[in-house]
């Protein structure tokens, strides 16, 4: 598997399935929602703005008239919205083939979500680890589901923390910290589900993926540096574009050579492009021990209990 150049052309005939993509109206998700749909599958485009979704709807169907395409509201830093999101989708769908957790934010200042959390760590891990409980019972109601979790080489700059309910202090607040050890998270939360899953004999993967560098808006954040503001349309220039970046989290979601608990990622100079290949995370994201820690922890801040 490692040896074959893999891109969106490795994506197999799709119909009948459906995929869940949060954060599905931008960079790498948008590009996502667009491969899935064009190859047949029914995608749900989870976003916290639904006209900003309702306009990559538009985008794509032009691209795939053919496409199926639902916007539906969720707020991943709002474990209330996160709950209302998966109960809409289980009235409608009796099935989920696919669930992208892509959403995230990058090195934001400060803030804390609807239920007090640290934004970073509550809207790339928390709000994807209550989500995913919350649509547990369609994954596990759909053979051969899989779920990927979005992470990034940032996960590799530092260990998780459990103190102050796995959240920054405001006071020694750290943006880069903060970030890395969602990402962390993200990791830890994948492998973790997929001992769970083996454990419980469901039918269903859990996989990781990170895109190495590529050009979205994830770098809002930091505009208001100057060598960015300064380098700006070079740096654009020379990232890969979100649809390359999308690739790893494409193919962990539909090659059907995958196992469950691999981390897909591009085999190119220090991970940064190229095609998405198997490749391994830091040691700490290995940490069992921190895995069922974490998972603990995230159904205590969540009040998301996984039913098994
Ligand atoms: N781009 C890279 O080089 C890179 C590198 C490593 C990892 N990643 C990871 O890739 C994933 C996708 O990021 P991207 O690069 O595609 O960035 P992006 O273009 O900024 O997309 C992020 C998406 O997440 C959504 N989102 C943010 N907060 C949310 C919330 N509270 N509730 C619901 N949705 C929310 C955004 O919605 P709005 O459009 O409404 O803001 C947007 O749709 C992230 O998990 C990121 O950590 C990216």
Known sequence: MQKTIWTAKNIPNLNGKVAVVTGGNSGLGF????????????????????????????????????????????DLMNLESVQRFAREVKSIYARLDILINNAGIMISPYALTADGFESQMGTNHLGHFALTGHLLELLKATPNSRVVTVSSLAHKQWNISFGNNLCEREESYNRFRAYARSKLANLLFAYQLQRNFDSHSINCLSLAAHPGASHTNLGRYMESNVFIKLFRPLIER???????????????????????????????????????????????????????????????????????
């Open 31 to 74: 590009e996502t929602a667009k491969a899935l749909a064009s190859n047949g599958a029914e995608v749900i485009i989870a976003c916290r703005s639904v006209e900003r979704g309702e306009v990559a709807k538009e985008i794509i169907l032009q691209l795939v008239p053919s496409g199926t395409i639902k916007v539906l509201h969720i």
């Open 238 to 308: 020379i990232l890969p574009s979100a649809a390359a970046g999308a690739l790893p989290q494409l193919r962990a979601a539909v090659d059907p050579m995958v196992k469950g608990g691999q981390f897909f990622g591009p085999s190119g100079f220090m991970q940064l492009s190229g095609s998405p290949v198997v490749i391994k995370s830091s040691k700490n994201s290995y940490r069992t021990d921190d895995a069922v820690r974490l998972w603990d922890f995230s159904e205590e801040l969540t009040g998301v209990k996984y039913e098994w």
